[in-house]
């Protein structure tokens, strides 16, 4: 079977600047291939309905667009074809000299290849969009590809894509859930309308966003613990 995963990420400057944030947070929306068009169609419909005409944002949510962003929220977890996967990383946590040879980059696309390897599964196709951002290793993401392949033989990683958000809805939405969890996990919400689409989420979860079990497959939420142990 062939699946589409879009990928975004929040709070990346954690990694070299520990004051920014505490956590780094890495999210994807995972689709079969075949549902795509079907997803473009409801959104489109979504967005009619509520007269919203912006790129799908966490920080576009605001007052005048609750009513679509609530709405998103009752269509993604109504809707089985739709996952979401999400890696929450303690920045301070992460010993950048000795596991990533005092490299950011480097450490980011590691945990990148954490959010995706654990749910690739066996004779699958697995076609993966990652938001654009400058490397400075342009080699960055044919290497996460090549890695993911490597570590998960009976499946293929056809494609590793790194596209401008404003071109795939994937992203879009992944950007959007991903928004939700980092302001819950940093706390610094300020926004009431963002506290409240955080309760929308919350109300469908039937719990607090937070870390989940791992077998969780609608929204999942492994929180990396990066200080060994069992």
């Not at 929040?10 to 947070?25: F, I, M």
């Not at 920045?91 to 980059?105: P, Q």
Request: hydrophobic fraction near 40%; charge should be neutral.
């Amino acid at each position: 079977m062939k699946f589409e995963v879009y990928c975004d990420e929040s709070s990346p400057e954690v990694l070299w600047d520990r004051t920014a944030n505490k956590y780094l947070v890495l999210g994807s929306v995972w689709i079969p291939s075949d549902f795509r068009e079907e997803l473009k169609e409801a959104i489109k419909q979504i967005k009619n309905k509520h007269n919203y005409r912006n790129e799908i944002k966490w920080n576009k949510v605001s007052p005048s667009s609750f009513n679509f962003y609530k709405a998103l929220v009752h269509y993604f977890f109504s809707t089985d074809s739709i996952r979401f996967r999400a890696i929450i990383v303690e920045a301070d946590k992460v010993d950048m000299v000795k596991f990533h040879n005092d490299d950011s980059e480097l450490s980011f696309y590691k945990f990148y290849y954490q959010l995706l390897h654990h749910w690739i599964l066996d004779f699958n196709e697995y076609y993966i969009f990652i938001d654009h951002k400058i490397n400075k290793d342009l080699n960055r993401i044919h290497n996460l590809k090549d890695v993911l392949n490597q570590a998960n033989l009976f499946s293929s990683i056809e494609n590793v894509q790194a596209l401008p958000s404003h071109e795939l809805l994937g992203i879009q939405m992944a950007d959007f859930l991903m928004g939700a969890i980092n302001g819950k996990m940093n706390g610094k919400i300020t926004s009431e309308t963002k506290k409240e689409i955080i309760n929308e989420i919350e109300k469908r979860l039937g719990h607090a966003i937070m870390a989940t079990p791992k077998a969780e497959e609608k929204f999942n939420i492994f929180k990396i613990n990066l200080q060994g142990g069992w």
